[in-house]
């Protein structure tokens, strides 16, 4: 019985410092999408690097995101606010949307999609 391969690391889990974000390109559908990572231990939170405002990316350069000392995590492009457990926007333009989460999960060291 031939087992799949398990799906490549999309990252070590040590290059996330805990608390803070990633980005990384993942295929989903068959597209190139830029995913922002948030690691909080040995737990890793996966969104579409898009904001549901306007469809830009959150961070103001590649990989580099915005959090507030409250840990929010802040669109660098019109300030809009998101809670970290769950990805609502609190706060700013789209305030009651979303940010697209992306299933993953952390195995033998490294961030895969699930
Ligand atoms: S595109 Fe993110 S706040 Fe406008």
Known sequence: MNIPDPSPALIDLDRIPDGGFAEVEAMLDGEAESLVLHR??????????????????????????????????????????????????????CRGESLRAVAVEVMDGGVRLA
């Open 40 to 93: 909080d231990g040995e737990r890793v939170r996966a969104w579409l690097n898009v904001c549901p405002h306007a469809g830009r990316r959150l961070d103001w350069s590649s990989g580099q995101f915005l959090k507030t000392k409250d840990g929010l995590l802040v669109c660098a492009a019109h300030g809009a606010t998101f809670e970290l457990g769950n990805g609502a926007c609190v706060a700013g333009p």
